[in-house]
């Protein structure tokens, strides 16, 4: 791949998930691995699913590192056999670490999108990804060992692949582990999921999150309950806001909906400007999603009667609790939400002018605004 092309397996600005040592927040799914291992029930399926960011690749690149690095027990060594592993933890000066970090280790493959004819990025896993395996387990079958099989992500599998895939999990080669991540599991075959063991990690609290984002390298600026309110517990999302500037765009944001129902049109256009620059696809995208968590947050005020906490902006659960009083008023900014999603998918679809999309919906907004006063 060029250096411009995106890796599919790694999130923007942080590091790959097979160079990170450590996994916050899932000792819970770590322990449920490790207990099918050391009691000798290790399925040779398994599904690692829950939101994105959450850690779910780290935790796959760590079950390769462990079951690639640990031996089999021999029950009738000279010395009886040793205690069973506590931890998947594996010291870095390992050779299969060392070789995994180096895209070196014989006993795993790896299969993301991959690039087409023309040098760029598939936008789905296809059937030839897959049938790629059956080099790989001819390659490494004669020494006996191990071997696993990481998919980031299984979502992305087209028909072709994903039943080229479920004929490997329903006649698994020997000794071999098969890792499917999934950010969406009711988007993969039903038979694929039935022959999987799930492991599901949830989003991490706090503490975990500061740990893990700090392990990235990311530079925090302080604002960590804004950042945990919006990331919402996921570490890839945290890192996505913190490259984008994601908190100052909601924090304007909040600003132009703190002056509903007449609203600052400068500012509004200011907004939408900035989204349509050049080179700016990726913040006009982040816009969208952040105008979608704002509305979000408005249905939840006026359901549950309580701004969200902690706040993701200064000055937010003021702006919510005023704009958003009762269940009447949740179930319109709920509906609004859906309408103004739907209005800009599409005008991305038929590529829109980004600054026209974005005030469209702010005016969608304050309109919505006035007749729920």
């Known amino acids: 791949m060029s250096d411009d092309t995106p890796i599919p397996d790694q999130a923007p600005g942080a590091p790959h998930p097979r160079e990170t040592q450590h996994l916050f927040g899932q000792a819970e799914a770590e322990q449920a691995f490790l207990s099918a291992y050391t009691s000798d029930r290790l399925h040779h ?25 640990t031996p089999p027990v021999e029950e009738d060594g000279l010395f009886g056999a040793p205690p069973p592993p506590e931890s998947l933890e594996i010291d870095p000066d390992h050779p299969v670490a060392h070789r995994i970090l180096a895209g070196a280790e014989p006993g795993l493959a790896a299969i993301t999108r991959s690039l087409n ?27 006996g060992g191990r071997r696993v099989v990481i998919v980031d992500s299984a ?15 329903e006649e698994p080669p020997a000794r ?40 990235t390298g990311a530079e925090l600026s302080g604002q960590t309950d804004h950042l945990a309110a919006l990331a919402a517990g996921s570490v890839g999302d945290a890192v996505r806001l913190i490259n984008l500037g994601g ?51 408005l249905a939840l005020t006026g359901a549950t009667g309580t701004p969200p906490s902690p706040e993701a902006a200064p ?59």
């Not at 009447?328 to 709920?334: G, K, T």
């Open 45 to 69: 399926g398994w599904l690692l699913t829950g939101p994105r960011g959450v850690g779910k690749a780290t935790l796959a690149w760590r079950i390769a590192r462990f079951l690639l690095a």
């Open 176 to 215: 071999t582990t098969l890792l499917l991540i999934s950010h969406q599991p009711s988007r993969l075959l039903p038979t694929i999921r039935s022959r999987c063991r799930t492991l599901r990690l949830s989003p991490l609290g706090p503490e975990d999150m500061q740990a893990a984002l700090s392990q």
């Open 315 to 373: 000055n937010e659960a003021e702006t919510l609790a005023r704009l958003s009083s009762s269940p009447h008023q949740a179930r319109q900014w709920a509906e609004v939400a859906a309408t103004i999603t739907a209005r800009a998918r599409h005008g991305q679809a038929v590529n829109l002018d980004p600054a026209a999309l974005v005030l469209d919906t702010v005016f969608k907004i304050q309109e919505s605004a006035g007749q729920s006063r």
């Open 117 to 143: 004819d023309q040098g760029r990025l598939r936008n789905e896993i296809v059937v030839d990804d897959i049938r790629k395996l059956g080099k790989f387990f001819g390659l490494s079958s004669a020494d």
């Open 247 to 297: 908190l100052e765009i909601y924090a304007e944001l909040i600003a132009i909906l703190s002056t509903l129902p007449r609203m600052d049109r400068q500012r509004a256009l200011k907004l939408a400007e900035a989204a349509a620059q050049r080179g700016a696809a990726d913040r006009f995208e982040l816009l969208l999603t952040l105008i979608d968590v704002a509305l979000s947050r």
């Open 155 to 169: 979502d992305e599998m087209n028909v072709s692949a994903a039943n080229a895939l479920l004929k490997m999990l």
